[in-house]
């Protein structure tokens, strides 16, 4: 699963091979198909932002909250902002649930996230106007620059090997 992850990054960063964020949504779909909660994080981000897929806020927080039950910080920041309702492009596919949402947002500020405080913050004093604007706010790009070059082709090749043999 790490490699199909790390194959996604390459397309999606264009490292190694050629640029192409459909490929890299194929890969990233696969790993999390099998489990693995950063290819659910990122196959989450694509759903959110409409990057290779249809903009999706339903199938965006199915992905968050598979990847936020293993732990994964910004998939718990992300399902618990969808879930508060403080963005409303999101509404009303995704049901408010602000219960829900604090869960989710205290988590990712247990595990450090640095904007989940100012969404509590945000939740639980409405009537302030200082607050962050989630309104503005988009998922951070996830996928830092994995290294590529060179063995993309090689793991590449391996993976449609076993992914056929399957």
């Given at each position: 699963?790490?490699?199909?992850?790390?194959?996604?990054?390459?397309?999606?960063?264009?490292?190694?091979?050629?640029?192409?964020?459909?490929?890299?949504?194929?890969?990233?779909?696969?790993?999390?198909?099998?489990?693995?909660?950063?290819?659910?994080?990122?196959?989450?981000?694509?759903?959110?932002?409409?990057?290779?897929?249809?903009?999706?806020?339903?199938?965006?927080?199915?992905?968050?909250?598979?990847?936020?039950?293993?732990?994964?910080?910004?998939?718990?920041?992300?399902?618990?902002?969808?879930?508060?309702?403080?963005?409303?492009?999101?509404?009303?596919?995704?049901?408010?649930?602000?219960?829900?949402?604090?869960?989710?947002?205290?988590?990712?500020?247990?595990?450090?996230?640095?904007?989940?405080?100012k969404?509590?913050?945000?939740?639980?004093?409405?009537?302030?106007?200082?607050?962050?604007?989630?309104?503005?706010?988009?998922?951070?790009?996830?996928?830092?620059k994995?290294?590529?070059?060179?063995?993309?082709?090689?793991?590449?090749?391996l993976?449609?090997?076993?992914?056929?043999?399957?």
């Amino acid at each position: 699963m790490n490699s199909q992850v790390y194959v996604g990054n390459c397309y999606f960063n264009g490292e190694g091979v050629a640029k192409d964020v459909e490929l890299a949504v194929k890969w990233w779909r696969k790993a999390a198909e099998q489990g693995h909660m950063i290819a659910q994080r990122d196959l989450a981000h694509a759903y959110s932002l409409g990057k290779a897929v249809e903009q999706n806020f339903s199938e965006a927080a199915f992905w968050y909250r598979k990847a936020a039950e293993q732990g994964e910080r910004s998939s718990q920041f992300q399902l618990g902002v969808m879930l508060s309702g403080l963005v409303p492009r999101s509404l009303p596919v995704v049901p408010k649930n602000v219960e829900e949402a604090i869960h989710w947002l205290k988590k990712a500020s247990a595990q450090g996230h640095e904007m989940a405080p100012k969404a509590l913050f945000k939740l639980t004093n409405p009537s302030d106007s200082t607050g962050f604007d989630f309104e503005l706010h988009r998922p951070l790009h996830p996928y830092a620059k994995s290294g590529c070059l060179g063995v993309v082709a090689v793991a590449v090749a391996l993976l449609s090997i076993v992914s056929w043999l399957l």
